[in-house]
């Protein structure tokens, strides 16, 4: 009797293999709350994809920023504050205000955290976003 064995190669996803593979494995990261490898995957993404403004572009920075949040990063607020000025018409821009509320009710910062959460709470339409 003969056995053989032979490489078996199971059905990739294709999105794990296209143009935005970089993405989906930092989704895939950030969906299993892995951030700091979802962090360097997104930026390695936003890096790839350098003065493009796609949905995928935008939905990296968020998740890029989250990420520096959610590992408790100094910069988390810069990166948040950065997408929001990047991508003023981000559908993450409230989730983007309550998060920055959030950090700085958490920092005490209690001035910025109502203004923030009071900014997530009406459209806003300035071009610049941050409080001094």
Not at 22 to 28: A, I, L, N
Not at 59 to 64: I, L
Request: aromatic content about 16%.
């Amino acid at each position: 009797m003969f056995v053989g064995f032979s490489p078996v190669h199971g059905q990739g996803t294709v999105a794990f293999e296209g143009k935005y593979a970089t993405f989906y494995r930092g989704e895939d990261l950030f969906d299993k709350k892995q951030f700091a490898a979802a962090r360097i995957t997104f930026e390695a993404f936003l890096e790839e994809q350098k003065g493009e403004t796609h949905a995928f572009v935008v939905k990296a920075s968020y998740h890029h920023a989250l990420s520096a949040l959610s590992l408790f990063h100094g910069d988390a607020e810069t990166l948040l504050t950065t997408h929001l000025n990047q991508f003023p018409e981000s559908p993450y821009k409230n989730p983007s205000f309550i998060a920055l509320g959030n950090l700085a009710f958490d920092r005490e910062n209690f001035q910025d955290a109502i203004g923030w959460l009071i900014i997530s709470k009406r459209k806003f339409t300035s071009p610049t976003i941050g409080f001094t």
